[in-house]
């Protein structure tokens, strides 16, 4: 498989055609995911086909929001379905793709030791000291497009969010469960959204 180059299209075709607004779901989402991806896989012990797999899954991941954001994952799945053969990606190789990026589709189900880590990998900000900077970003987002209306519904929404989350790979547990509930108490206090 030619990922180097498979990974320089997608990035590529979303630095041009992701609306504008998206202020959280942007190349920088992306590589952020990709990173946290290779650093969970490394420390998960998979094997370099598997973490090739997982990557490029964290490449191709948002990009159906080049075209819509209400389920996404399956366009981003198609896209990749249509471009990864070019690459010399087998149909078997595609479809555990596809598994990874519907993996993160909220709420997340990841079947497979690799979807938990690209599970992981999609909410690691949760737990990390970045969170209040990068989840800013969602809210701005959100509120472009009318999902949240007040910061109060956002801080509502998140609760509730983080909450009901948890993260599946010993390596994220123990990386970033503690820093997440630490978060989430900020959160609880009333933190102003800017930090």
């Known amino acids: 498989m030619q990922f180097k180059q498979a990974g320089e299209y997608i990035i590529n075709k979303m630095r041009n055609e992701l609306p504008e607004h998206l202020v959280y779901h942007s190349v920088e989402h992306v590589e952020d995911v990709f990173n946290a991806a290779h650093n969970i896989g490394k420390l998960e012990n998979i094997t370099a086909h598997e973490m090739d797999l997982l990557l490029t899954a964290a490449w191709y991941h948002d990009a159906g ?12 799945c198609r896209i990749a379905q249509e471009v990864l053969p070019g690459y010399q990606y087998t149909a078997n190789e595609i479809e555990q793709i596809c ?3 519907r993996a993160t589709r909220i709420p997340q189900t990841p079947h497979t030791h690799l979807e938990q880590i690209m599970a992981d990998a999609d909410l690691d ?4 000291s970045d969170y209040f900077s990068t989840s800013n970003k969602l809210y701005q987002e959100l509120t472009q497009t009318g999902v949240i209306y007040s910061e109060q519904d956002w801080k509502q929404v998140q609760i509730d969010f983080m909450e009901k989350h948890h993260y599946f790979t010993p390596t994220s547990i123990n990386l970033r469960k503690e820093k997440k509930a630490e978060n989430l108490q900020l959160i609880k206090a009333n933190t102003p959204l800017a930090q």
Do not use: D
């Not at 929001?65 to 981003?76: D, I, P, R, Y």
């Not at 900000?125 to 990390?128: A, E, F, I, K, S």
């Open 99 to 101: 598994g990874l990026i």
């Open 65 to 76: 929001f080049v075209l819509q954001a209400n389920g996404h994952e399956e366009e981003s």
């Open 125 to 128: 900000y949760l737990g990390r």
